[in-house]
């Protein structure tokens, strides 16, 4: 059974960083892709960086502020954990994020949730200004 446990989330101010972790179990790790995805209140939940089970990575655009350049994913297949990396941190960057995995044919591009089957409960971040 696929597990995913992230942590790593908290309270920062703006300009600070976190980095969220995700353990993952249950499955043979390196043949998965996998992405995190922040949800905040009142908004659907979205992709913000994925990678596959090369190693090659994806970042979203959102709206006009990329966060390509602030966050960094990467992974470790000896720990069986996935990354985010999260500096420069915003206000609007304030979500629960959650890591999700998969593996096969990705019909959806690897930062749309519907290429997802299996999700983390999720951890909270919060910027203040």
């Known amino acids: 059974q696929v597990q995913l446990v992230e942590s790593g989330g908290g309270s920062v101010q703006a300009g600070g960083s976190l980095r969220l972790s995700c353990a993952a179990s249950?499955?043979?790790?390196?043949?998965?892709?996998m992405g995190w995805f922040r949800q905040a209140p009142g908004k659907e939940r979205e992709g913000v960086a994925a990678i596959d089970s090369s190693g090659s990575v994806t970042y979203a655009k959102v709206s006009a502020d990329s966060v390509k350049g602030r966050f960094t994913i990467s992974k470790d297949n000896a720990k069986n954990t996935l990354y985010l990396q999260m500096n420069s941190l915003k206000p609007e960057d304030t979500a629960m994020y959650y890591c999700?995995?998969?593996?096969?044919?990705?019909?959806?591009?690897?930062?749309?949730?519907?290429?997802?089957?299996?999700w983390g409960q999720g951890t909270q971040v919060t910027v203040s200004s």
């Open positions: 249950g499955y043979t790790y390196g043949r998965y892709y």
């Open positions: 999700a995995a998969d593996r096969g044919a990705n019909r959806f591009g690897y930062l749309s949730p519907a290429s997802y089957n299996y």
